[in-house]
């Protein structure tokens, strides 16, 4: 297998790739319920309300830094012999510490004060959320990058 980074930034692949990743994130903000998915969609729609095309850029440009984050994990699926979706699954803790460190250090970098206010309303349950959607990414993953 390539590596996850060269995978998933493939020049050739990365349009596909990146609708496929705003699909995944429309999927998962439309499965909330309760208290909580009313939060994350209200925040969901402001920070596309931002400006059009906000959310795809912002997945091009987090995409290099989220498959270099998730490499070890693939590549330790790979060392065991084990399905890449598998193994995120059943180590979707650590998955989703590796992506949320990429997402923290992005938002104390930003200069946009609704990215950062929505970011820092909604770290407090982010893991939860982002682990909810590892089986998911692990599609995506073999999808494009198996």
Do not use: W
């Not at 590596?3 to 903000?29: G, M, Q, R, Y």
Request: hydrophobic share 45%.
């Amino acid at each position: 297998m390539p590596s996850l980074s060269a995978a998933l930034t493939d020049e050739a692949k990365k349009p596909a790739i990146v609708e496929d990743c705003l699909k995944l994130i429309d999927a998962e903000v439309a499965d909330k319920g309760g208290l909580s998915g009313m939060a994350v969609k209200a925040a969901y729609a402001t920070v596309k309300g931002i400006k059009p095309g906000f959310v795809k850029s912002v997945v091009e440009g987090l995409l290099p830094e989220f498959a270099q984050a998730l490499e070890p994990l693939a590549q330790e699926a790979s060392s065991k012999g084990q399905d890449v979706k598998t193994y995120l699954v059943a180590n979707q803790g650590r998955a989703a510490d590796a992506l949320l460190a990429v997402t923290d250090a992005k938002a104390q970098r930003s200069t946009n004060g609704v990215v950062k206010g929505t970011y820092s309303k909604l770290r407090g349950s982010a893991k939860k959320n982002v682990e909810a959607a590892i089986p998911r990414l692990g599609e995506l993953i073999v999808r494009h990058a198996v």
